[in-house]
């Protein structure tokens, strides 16, 4: 998969893959679209301090990156796992620029370089881990996470994410209360969060998109 770095108009960085013609981000602004949707839509908005995240398409690590800053800030305890079927390389993590300070520098080092399925701790209070295969290829535990960032390309590029059965299995591995929150606001997405059992939100999108989705598990 060819991947090109470019800046988005917050002057984050994100990756254009030209095999697909998409980006990992929106190029309204990576990290103010994945603040918006991800941290401020999902991870504040659930009320405990000890939560399980799961991220289908870990990609630039950049969701774990900002949900690891608000672990500190915010005093919580976050156990990590981080779902990518096309990892970056070292040296493409290196020309991306997330990072504010030397710790979250080696933060999101150790990320991109940690082994697969092998959980890690990154600080006190945060505990990484990361698959490197295809989403539909791996067990799920029941009743698992109590968060889900569902951050996959769009449905036009991997349709196979997106379906009823996948949203299925999502719901299954969240606990009650737990939040799903996407980029993805089309009709068909919402159906089938809503067919499986999941209470959904049209929410306000981030620049550059009009809505997103909030999905829960009552």
């Known amino acids: 998969m060819e991947r090109k770095v470019i800046l988005t108009e917050d002057g984050s960085s994100t990756l254009y893959v030209s095999d697909i013609d998409e980006c990992y981000h929106s190029t309204h602004g990576a990290v103010q679209e994945s603040e918006h949707i991800f941290i401020k839509a999902a991870l504040e908005h659930h009320a405990s301090k000890r939560l399980s995240v799961l991220e289908v398409g ?3 690590g950049l969701n774990a990156l900002l949900t690891f800053r608000a672990s500190q800030k915010y005093g919580l305890h976050v156990t990590y796992t981080g779902i990518e079927k096309y990892p970056l390389t070292l040296d493409e993590a290196k020309q991306l620029n997330y990072a504010c300070t030397d710790q979250e520098r080696e933060v999101f080092r150790c990320m991109h370089a940690a082994p697969f399925s092998v959980s890690g701790q990154l600080s006190s209070c945060f505990y990484f881990s990361k698959l490197c295969t295809d989403f539909l290829d791996i067990s799920l535990p029941f009743e698992a996470y109590d968060i889900v960032y569902m ?3 769009s449905p036009e590029k991997q349709p196979e994410l997106w379906t009823q059965d996948s949203m299925k299995r999502l719901y299954d ?5 737990g939040i799903l929150t996407t980029y993805c606001a089309k009709g068909y997405v919402r159906r089938n969060l809503q067919s499986v059992g999941f209470v959904v ?6 620049p550059g998109k009009r809505e997103m989705l909030r999905a829960t598990k009552r």
Do not use: N
């Open 201 to 206: 939100e049209r929410l306000p999108g981030p």
């Open 58 to 60: 870990f990609g630039t």
């Open 173 to 177: 591995s969240m606990r009650i209360g």
């Open 151 to 153: 951050d996959a390309f």
